[in-house]
């Protein structure tokens, strides 16, 4: 294929419209099977969540109730269902982590995982514990916090995989770095300075920011870098979301299976934090799941990517003369992972893209049926039941896949990414745009 903006796709994109697209590449029952990575891995993610959790609650007193583990609630969205999708049959849910404890955001999981894994290598290595058996609190022993003191962790963010990366790094005593690009909240950096961490603006926009952050930090032998463009680590944790989902649907008593399908809509970035939940998801229900992803109209870096030959190699949304200019700081990558695309190419169902004013919109709606606040990025995946139910590509998705007789049994699932630690003068001010939008 050519470049994307030769082709009708691209002329949407570039138009700032908003649109579904259905994944041709989507394989109901091959989706399980990825090169690299299995369930056994996403286990095994989870195993290490589990024997890092005591260590969790000595760090974080937020998570005692939890057991150190850190989790949201799988919600009930009656009201929101009522009032705004009257005539979505199926039973509409919200999967709450914008109230994720510790680092406020989906990037908890992950970016958490990914730090206990390398702070896990390092205590081995250094024979602080002396196998995965042993008792994790020695890790906040001074033995302990001399070697990670003597380690960076670096991280490139638009704001909450450095507040995930930023907080629980320093935490564990290690120096800790984060890279922002300029779409960065203010506050954003403030809370993690205020914890010691080491911001590092620039002025470039996000990709730009992994791309020096990651040289900066390659440069030091004792930095370690999370690279949100290629980290399993980071993308297993993240899949960990699915296993957790699993049970709780489970103690809520929702099926899912051949006669109950599940659709989930999940706000995308750079496409780690969605790509891994859809990993997951497609593990452990295979054909009953359909993930959509959703993506600011001005920055759908994965819709793109995923329309590359090689996938190893997206394309930016600057290609297609967008400019990632949104108010959905966590969704505004102007380049996909290409390793994620790679990963979910047979499992994703598809990607629908979503305006600005849309977010506002959706974000007020949230808050005034169910009390739900969210962060303007977190809103992105309000959009999707409709796109799926009242438009033509979504009832063409339907049909291909053989649902209609299905739907009046369906599970609609809203993932809700962040919001927690937003200060209350900027969520006024977002629930005033989102109300000034619903009144015209
Ligand atoms: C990071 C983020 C996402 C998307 O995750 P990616 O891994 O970048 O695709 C969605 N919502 C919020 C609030 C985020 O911070």
Redesign the pocket.
């Known amino acids: 294929m050519g470049h994307i903006i030769d082709t009708p796709l691209g002329q949407t994109l570039r138009a700032g419209k908003p649109t579904l697209w259905l994944n041709p590449e989507f394989k109901a029952d091959k989706a399980l099977q990825s090169s690299e990575l299995s369930l056994t891995d996403i286990h095994q993610a989870d195993q290490r969540l589990r024997r890092c959790a005591a260590l969790l609650q000595q760090l974080f007193p937020e998570l005692i109730s939890s057991n150190g583990l850190i989790e949201s609630e799988l919600l009930s969205a009656n009201n929101l269902q009522q009032l705004h999708y009257p005539d979505l049959s199926g039973k509409l849910m919200i999967k709450g982590d ?1 109230a994720l404890p510790v680092a406020g ?3 908890a999981r ?1 970016g958490i995982h990914e730090v206990l894994c390398h702070a896990e290598q390092l205590a081995l290595e250094h024979g602080i514990i002396s196998s995965y058996d042993d008792n994790y609190l020695k890790l906040l022993s001074e033995d302990a916090q001399a070697l990670f003191n003597r380690h960076e962790i670096a991280v490139s963010s ?4 450095g507040l995930s990366i930023g907080i629980i790094s320093a935490a564990l005593g290690f120096r800790s770095v984060v890279h922002m690009s300029v779409e960065a909240k203010q506050w954003k950096k403030q809370r993690l300075r205020d914890r010691g961490v080491t911001v590092v603006e620039h002025s470039d926009d996000y990709s730009a920011a992994v791309a020096a952050g990651r040289a900066a930090s390659n440069a030091d032998p004792v930095s370690y870098f999370v690279d ?1 463009e290629n980290s399993p680590r ?1 993308f297993l944790g ?1 899949a960990v979301a699915a296993l957790r989902l699993q049970q709780q649907l489970i103690e809520q008593q929702i099926p899912v299976d051949a006669e109950h399908p599940l659709f989930v809509y ?11 939940i859809n990993f997951g998801l497609k593990q452990i229900f295979g054909a009953h799941v359909h993930c959509f ?1 959703a993506e600011p109209v001005q920055a759908p870096c ?1 819709l793109i990517g995923m329309q590359a030959d090689d996938k190893q190699h997206p394309e930016s949304v600057y290609q297609v003369g967008l400019r990632v200019d949104t108010e ?4 505004a ?1 102007s380049m996909a ?1 290409g390793w ?1 695309c790679s990963v979910i190419e047979n499992m994703l169902s598809g990607i629908f893209t979503v305006t600005d004013e849309e977010l506002f919109r959706n974000l007020f709606r949230l808050c005034q049926s169910e009390g739900i606040e ?2 303007p ?2 809103a ?1 995946g309000l959009s999707g039941p409709v796109w799926l139910t009242g438009t033509e590509p979504g009832k063409a998705y339907q049909q291909q896949q053989r649902l209609e007789p299905l739907m009046h049994n369906a599970t609609h699932l809203l993932w809700t ?3 927690l630690f937003v200060p209350a003068e900027e969520m006024q001010k977002f629930q005033q745009r989102g109300s000034q939008l619903s009144a015209r």
């Not at 638009?158 to 995989?161: I, S, V």
């Not at 959905?328 to 969704?331: E, I, K, P, S």
């Open positions: 914008h955001s989906i990037k992950g638009t704001g909450n995989l949100d980071l993240y999940i706000p995308c970035g750079v496409g780690g934090a969605p790509g891994g992803f994965v959905a700081d966590g969704l990558v992972s994620v969210v962060e990025s977190a992105a990414t962040g919001g």
